[in-house]
C-alpha cells in the first residue's frame, strides 16, 4: 500500500470516479471553501438573510454555531468547520460518506476537476 499525503500533490492519484467508492474521503479532510449561494443549499442560510444581511455577520452566527473556521471578507468565501481528525463536519465517520451529497458545494462537486491543487489528481487511498 502507498502513502498517501494529502498536502503532497505529488502523492495523489489520476482521478477516475470508480475510485470514490473505494475511498476513505482523503479529500474530505481538506480545506473546504463554500460561498453564501452553496451556504443556502446546504440550508445554513434561508436566501432571504442571504439577501439582506451582511455576509460579515452570516459569517459570525456560522462560526458560532459551528459550521465555519473561517471568513475571508474580501471575496465572501467562508471555510466549512471541520473536526478534530480533519474530516468534514458533514462526513460520516463510520461510512466514510458525505452526508449533504445532493446539496454539496460547488468546490466538491467539481473536484478533483476544479478545485484542486493538482487538477484531475485526487489523495486516493484505498479502504482497508
Known amino acids: 500500500m502507498r502513502f498517501v499525503d494529502i498536502n503532497s500533490p505529488s502523492t495523489w492519484t489520476n482521478f477516475r470516479e470508480d475510485l470514490c467508492s473505494q475511498c476513505t474521503a482523503k479529500c474530505c479532510q481538506m480545506s473546504c471553501d463554500v460561498t453564501l449561494e452553496d451556504l443556502v443549499r446546504l440550508e445554513l442560510v434561508d436566501s432571504f438573510e442571504a439577501e439582506v444581511e451582511k455576509p460579515k455577520n452570516i459569517a459570525k452566527r456560522l462560526k458560532k454555531e459551528g459550521y465555519i473556521e473561517h471568513f475571508n471578507i474580501r471575496n465572501t468565501i467562508f471555510t ?49
Open 80 to 128: 466549512l468547520q471541520r473536526m478534530a481528525n480533519r474530516d468534514c463536519i458533514f462526513l460520516d465517520s463510520k461510512t466514510r460518506k458525505c452526508t449533504v451529497y445532493d446539496k454539496r458545494p460547488s468546490s466538491c462537486k467539481t473536484y478533483p476537476e476544479q478545485y484542486s491543487q493538482r487538477k484531475n489528481f485526487c489523495p486516493y487511498e484505498r479502504k482497508r
